[in-house]
């Protein structure tokens, strides 16, 4: 079975600046999808960027942009010029041909 | 934009309560999803569904049933509610996965 680690519970950062949020995860299989998703307190999933794994380059959205290491089974999510509006729980998820798996999630708080 | 609706955003049930939280989707999604999610323990799959009248078990089915009578509506069914299912539930469907597209959450409180 698929596992998704999130290892940082909570984070903050100051507006402007960059923060980095970890995600690793165990599988076998050799093709699936890894996605970050953002819940603000309204509790709308957002999908805010996903990486298919037989692509080599990393996904870039705006502000976020995904280090994937595929050898590593490591997905981290980078959000530069941190807004206030990113403040939200933010779930790393795993796709392999099963329903989403997603990890325990990391609450980030953007400070002014 | 595809439509996931929960028809209850709070809902407050009392122990022992038959308990029905509804899902609809409105672009003819086959697959549909309940996920609960809990405080340190992320999104957990409870059931789903590839299709009418076909439900298979997530990692955490017990205390849980599901109904697909129509393709739209998936239902969950918590036949005699008790207080460690207080939780929020998350329904969410996709033609094709993995592209999932969520419901906005129902917040279940069993008093």
């Known amino acids: 079975a698929q596992t998704v680690t999130q290892s940082q519970p909570e984070m903050s950062v100051q507006e402007a600046e960059t923060v980095t949020l970890s995600c690793t995860y165990d599988?076998?299989?050799?093709?699936?999808?890894l996605f970050w998703y953002k819940q603000p307190p309204s509790r709308q999933m957002i999908l805010v960027i996903r990486?298919?794994?037989?692509?080599?380059q990393n996904a870039t959205e705006n502000r976020f942009s995904v280090n994937f290491q595929k050898a590593a089974k490591s997905f981290s999510l980078k959000i530069s010029d941190s807004q206030l509006g990113d403040t939200a729980m933010y779930f790393c998820?795993?796709?392999?041909?099963?329903?989403?798996?997603f990890g325990k999630g990391t609450r980030l708080s953007v400070i002014a | 934009d595809v439509k996931v609706t929960q028809s209850s955003r709070y809902l407050v049930k009392r122990t022992g309560e038959k308990v029905f939280l509804e899902c609809v989707q409105d672009?003819?999604?086959?697959?549909m999803f309940w996920y609960r999610q809990d405080p340190g323990l992320g999104l957990r799959l409870i059931y789903f569904?590839?299709?009418?009248?076909?439900?298979e078990k997530g990692d955490i089915p017990e205390g849980y049933s599901v109904s697909r009578e129509k393709k739209e509506r998936f239902s969950l069914i918590l036949e005699s509610a008790s207080t460690n299912q207080t939780s929020m539930y998350l329904c969410?469907?996709?033609?094709?996965?993995?592209?999932?597209?969520f419901g906005s959450g129902t917040r279940l409180t069993v008093v």
């Open positions: 599988t076998s299989e050799n093709n699936y999808y």
């Open positions: 998820a795993f796709y392999g041909n099963t329903p989403l798996v």
């Open positions: 672009m003819d999604h086959e697959n």
């Open positions: 969410a469907s996709t033609k094709r996965e993995p592209d999932y597209t």
């Open positions: 990486q298919e794994a037989y692509k080599q």
């Open positions: 569904s590839y299709d009418v009248k076909m439900k």
